[in-house]
């Protein structure tokens, strides 16, 4: 049996830069961080021939063509099995939908897993462009590289996407105590909203390749305040990165009118009113995790809880997608 597990992510600046409609033109840049919340895969093989597949939904099929999962089904087409007889399970500490990245997450996992399976090690660069490519150019979905690298790379890293499609991956290099006092003011609290970002990814991609100058412009300034909040917590300025999490979260909201709603309006002003420095939805938007940056924590956390969210509690990791029995 082989059990890989790989991490959940959070943007910390510069979000959405990492669509090729975006950055095949005018290049992207992002930071996020991996946390300690995983989707985990097991590979084995079964007793009787067959794919045996079990995620929310139980799959049995003969031939990799009726597999219904799409990510399963191209992953294992991938790898080219020529008698079928595997089980795949798969599970993860926070839903799907979330906004945490967990699509590019689950690639990640498989294909570690299934490459383990082979006897074939992967390291983090040629996992992450596989899963881009399963993802990106085999099922055509509107989606950036963010969540692949991350989830296959871990810790909390500087992501810089080049026009020629190549991604320079490198640690931000901060002080020891930045990184814990970032760790320690940077909350998720769960809207109970669980979306497709598909709609909103599809608008700004569509608008991107129409060379939509709202969307340009928005997403220009997005990149500059990932750029300032790398410098910032660079020279250990932690609550400067907090404010520019306010500015970014209103810049984002202007790219879609599906980004947010009045419901978690009322929430982020609660926050702003309650100690948070800064935050923003995780992810493309519409719901999932509203992420804040607050010194003053007991304060939010009391009000969060009261107006019925649930706190979700992490700290950043910094092992990525990893085989943990294999």
Same mark, same amino acid.
């Given at each position: 049996?082989?059990?890989?597990?790989?991490?959940?992510r959070?943007?910390?600046?510069?979000?959405?830069?990492?669509?090729p409609?975006?950055?095949?033109?005018?290049?992207?840049?992002?930071?996020?961080? *991996?946390?300690?919340?995983?989707?985990?895969?097991?590979?084995?093989?079964p007793f009787?021939?067959g =794919?045996? %597949?079990?995620?929310?939904?139980?799959?049995?099929?003969? *031939?990799v063509?009726e =597999?219904? &999962?799409?990510?399963?089904r191209?992953t294992?087409?991938?790898?080219?099995?020529?008698?079928?007889?595997?089980?795949?399970?798969?599970?993860?500490?926070?839903?799907s +939908?979330?906004?945490?990245?967990?699509?590019?997450?689950?690639?990640?996992a498989?294909?570690?897993? %299934?490459?383990?399976?082979?006897?074939?090690?992967?390291?983090?660069?040629?996992l992450?462009?596989l *899963?881009?490519?399963?993802?990106?150019?085999i099922?055509?979905?509107?989606?950036?590289?963010?969540?692949?690298?991350?989830?296959?790379?871990?810790?909390?890293?500087?992501?810089?996407?080049?026009?020629?499609?190549?991604? /320079?991956?490198?640690?931000?290099?901060? /002080?020891?105590?930045?990184?814990?006092?970032?760790?320690?003011?940077?909350?998720?609290?769960?809207?109970g909203y669980?979306?497709?970002?598909?709609?909103?990814l599809?608008?700004?991609?569509?608008r991107?390749?129409?060379?939509?100058?709202?969307?340009?412009?928005?997403?220009?300034?997005?990149k500059?305040?990932? %750029?300032?909040?790398k410098?910032?917590?660079?020279a250990? &300025?932690?609550?400067?990165?907090?404010?520019?999490?306010?500015?970014?979260?209103?810049?984002?909201r202007?790219?879609?009118?599906?980004?947010?709603?009045?419901q978690?309006?009322?929430?982020?002003?609660?926050?702003? /009113?309650?100690?948070?420095?800064?935050?923003?939805?995780?992810?493309?938007?519409?719901? +999932?995790?509203?992420?804040?940056? *607050?010194?003053?924590?007991?304060?939010?956390? &009391?009000a969060?809880?009261?107006?019925?969210l649930d706190?979700?509690?992490?700290?950043?990791?910094?092992?990525?997608? /990893?085989?943990?029995?294999?």
């Amino acid at each position: 049996m082989i059990i890989t597990r790989s991490p959940l992510r959070i943007s910390l600046g510069g979000g959405g830069t990492d669509l090729p409609s975006y950055y095949q033109s005018y290049g992207g840049f992002l930071i996020a961080a *991996a946390i300690d919340k995983y989707v985990y895969v097991t590979v084995m093989r079964p007793f009787t021939p067959g =794919i045996f %597949l079990k995620y929310s939904s139980l799959e049995k099929a003969q *031939a990799v063509d009726e =597999i219904q &999962h799409p990510i399963m089904r191209e992953t294992i087409r991938m790898l080219d099995f020529k008698t079928p007889q595997i089980e795949i399970t798969t599970l993860a500490d926070i839903p799907s +939908g979330t906004g945490l990245g967990s699509s590019g997450s689950f690639t990640t996992a498989l294909l570690k897993a %299934l490459f383990a399976h082979r006897h074939r090690l992967l390291l983090p660069d040629e996992l992450a462009r596989l *899963a881009c490519k399963i993802e990106m150019d085999i099922l055509k979905e509107p989606i950036g590289k963010q969540d692949q690298y991350i989830a296959a790379y871990g810790g909390v890293t500087c992501l810089e996407f080049n026009q020629d499609d190549s991604v /320079k991956v490198y640690p931000l290099a901060i /002080k020891m105590d930045t990184l814990f006092e970032l760790e320690d003011n940077l909350m998720l609290f769960f809207t109970g909203y669980s979306r497709n970002a598909s709609s909103i990814l599809s608008d700004q991609n569509r608008r991107s390749k129409e060379l939509d100058q709202v969307m340009l412009s928005n997403l220009h300034y997005v990149k500059e305040l990932g %750029l300032r909040s790398k410098d910032a917590l660079l020279a250990g &300025h932690v609550s400067e990165f907090g404010a520019l999490l306010h500015e970014h979260w209103i810049h984002k909201r202007k790219r879609s009118s599906g980004m947010s709603n009045p419901q978690i309006d009322e929430w982020y002003e609660l926050g702003i /009113k309650n100690g948070a420095l800064g935050g923003k939805l995780v992810g493309a938007g519409g719901g +999932g995790f509203l992420m804040f940056y *607050a010194e003053d924590r007991n304060r939010l956390r &009391h009000a969060m809880i009261k107006a019925g969210l649930d706190e979700v509690r992490f700290h950043f990791d910094f092992e990525g997608t /990893k085989t943990l029995i294999g």
